[in-house]
């Protein structure tokens, strides 16, 4: 076991903490899945429509598709739209994999933007650059994938300008930010339509995969859910268009519910502890940044290290049991599968300086006090020392 500079044995610290979350809801998520095993209704079960009504009421999105996981909702949306070869989705490429992955997957070329150095999030002039290299490219710009990354939702006040002068319409990649605000919109209200996912470790997660797709146009809805189910008619036996298997399990959907009870909670907890981080260590680190007006739900909490002392920071943690993660070492366009799409400008190089300097500490609602100030007294030892 990892042994403290003053000599005493640390307890290690979990990155994320899914075991208080479960002692807390008592023996409601056990109830809520045994029931599902009880009735059977393993697939498409009462809970999914149930689950679906609680996030509408919860977001304020007209129609919610649930479905098999961040990565479905994403890639049914580019499917309902009918986006093909020859169109370019421009996206960042500083995210996880499944943003770009999808376009890519629909026959059309995802064109990666460059991100703003403080908030993590697509920046709007590199996206304006990106319109030019796609037509550059022979490519016609047909929609963005804006991401919220860390929990922050994106710029979409300027990224929605941009959008609405090259006619191009707006997906949200909201796999980290759902329960977010932005100005008076809440997330899962924002473009023509937003994604998110119910992976375990995502602020709202359940027990596998999962996802949704929120959106307030009627007719796009009814394209998801039929898209959802292998692209069902009304008669199930004539399918009207090539769709998927993307139903989401009944049982995560009965996980959910619970959980989304004690959420609105969960993320006041979550606030109070990057308030917490930020207001001890922004003498040290470049903390995060939070745009005038918008919240965010934190689905990590990511310092800054400049100077190439960032895995140095992280060896020094690791010492004294407390675990780090870098979101994201590699952007997606310095990746093998990702490096011969169209870059905006022919180079991202803020996506680029933050992959050597982020950092992410443990983030969870149940961080305690006194475990987070021994995070805060490391970082700071570590990175000023006296
Ligand atoms: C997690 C994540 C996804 C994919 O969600 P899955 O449910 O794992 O398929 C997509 N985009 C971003 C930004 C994510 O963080």
Redo the contacts with the bound molecule.
Sequence with gaps: MPVQAGGGVAAPIPFIDLATQRQRLGRRIDEAILRVVDHGGFIMGPEVRQLEADLGAFCGARHVVSCA??????ALVLMARGVRAGDAVLCPSF?????AEVVAWVGATPVFVDVDGETFNMDPESLNAAMDTAARAGLTPVAVIA???FGQPANYEALEAICGRHGVWLLA?A??SFGATCGQRRVGTIGTAT?T???P??PLGCYG???AVFTDDDELAAVLRSLRVHGQGTDKYDNVRIGINGRLDTIQAAVLIEKLKIFPDEIAARQQVAARYSAALADVAAVPKVLEGASSVW?QYTLRVPGGRRDALAARLKAEAIPTAVYYPKPLHRQTAYRNFPVAGGDLPVSDRLAAEVISLPMHPYLAPDVQDRIIESVRRSLAPV
């Design positions: 996981s961040g990565t479905d909702a994403l995210t996880f994999a499944s943003t991401v919220d990354l990649d796999a980290q994604s996912s119910f992976f470790a995502k995969d999962g996802g689905a």
